[in-house]
């Protein structure tokens, strides 16, 4: 099945790493007004560039302009294609301050590309597991909760886009009804949009090509996320 590359300067993601001596990966509120935003979001580059039967094929930048309303700190934006399927999937991880990062909503951002929505956002849950620690062996089984939404194109083009996103401190991802409130005492946050451009007759009940892809990929980019922890 044919597929397509959404453009990636929509894909706004939200995540979160750190690169700090002894911290083991968890930022505490002794950070104060000295956490250093940037050079947590540089750990993002240490997300792996296979994970399962997908891998990295193409990363491309975001604007300008959309960074600097996000007040955006750092982000990867990238596609990955399956080499069984054929299926692609393009994916953004971005950090930045929570007010900001917690109100731009590919219903709204998305919506007059050519493409409307098809109905409303549903929740989905995606149980992953996750290493109970950095550099752990055993794992954790982890439910992770995110937005679906359909688009279709408006025109004759004939396809349909796929988005998921959610929101983050660095563990599990959620999907709240409003996150600038759940997120609004934290320092910093993530958001991770992925999508996927589907032929218009795809059975999205027989596979999934996001949700797949997340179900491999959420796990294995722990390693460029650091939790933020409150005491």
């Not at 453009?7 to 509120?29: F, N, P, Q, R």
């Not at 988005?163 to 709240?176: D, E, K, M, R, S």
Request: proline share 6%; aromatic share 8%; hydrophobic share 40%.
């Amino acid at each position: 099945m044919k597929t397509y590359m959404p453009a990636l300067g929509v894909l706004i993601v939200a995540s979160i790493t750190i690169v700090s001596g002894g911290i083991h990966g968890e930022m505490t509120e002794r950070w104060g007004a000295e956490i250093d935003r940037e050079t947590i979001a540089a750990q993002l580059d240490t997300i792996p560039e296979i994970v399962g039967d997908w891998e990295l094929v193409a990363s491309e930048p975001i604007a300008d302009s959309a960074l600097k309303q996000l007040e955006c700190a750092g982000y990867i934006s990238r596609a990955y294609h399956n080499s069984e399927t054929g299926e692609r999937v393009t994916v953004t991880i971005i950090l930045g301050p929570p007010g900001p990062i917690s109100v731009h909503l590919p219903e709204i951002c998305h919506s007059g590309r050519g493409v409307a929505p098809t109905g409303k956002r549903e929740h989905v849950t995606i149980e992953t597991k996750r290493p109970k620690s950095a550099g752990a062996e055993s794992s954790v089984s982890t439910k992770e909760k995110l937005w679906a939404v359909n688009f279709e194109a408006k025109g004759l083009d004939g396809y349909r886009e796929r988005f998921f996103y959610a929101w983050g401190t660095g563990g599990a991802w959620v999907a709240p009804e409003e996150p600038r409130v759940s997120f609004g005492a934290y320092p910093y946050l993530y958001k991770i949009q992925a999508a996927s451009k589907l032929a218009r007759d795809a059975d999205l009940s027989a596979r999934d090509p996001v949700e797949e892809f997340l179900k491999v990929f959420l796990p294995a980019a722990q390693v460029g996320l650091v939790p933020y922890v409150k005491k």
